[in-house]
């Protein structure tokens, strides 16, 4: 499913992005993403569902 309908970004996509991101910088935030794919960098309205999937992708690193 799409989340970033601007850029074409796919959930799968911004999953594997945050853990590039996260083994590379050790931490993701929102400016992260935006620079490394270039989500919610054009109209923004998929902004918050990005930090929403960042949020719940650390509980899952938190849980294991
Ligand atoms: S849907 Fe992501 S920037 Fe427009």
Do not use: P, W
């Not at 970004?9 to 929102?30: D, P, W």
């Amino acid at each position: 499913m799409y989340i970033c309908i601007c850029k074409g970004l796919t959930e799968n996509h911004i999953a594997k992005s945050i853990q590039e991101l996260e083994r590379s910088y050790g931490y993701v935030n929102i400016s992260l993403i935006q620079n490394y794919t270039g989500a919610a960098t054009k109209c923004g309205c998929c902004k918050d569902q990005i930090q929403q999937f960042i949020k719940d992708s650390q509980k899952m690193v938190v849980k294991k």
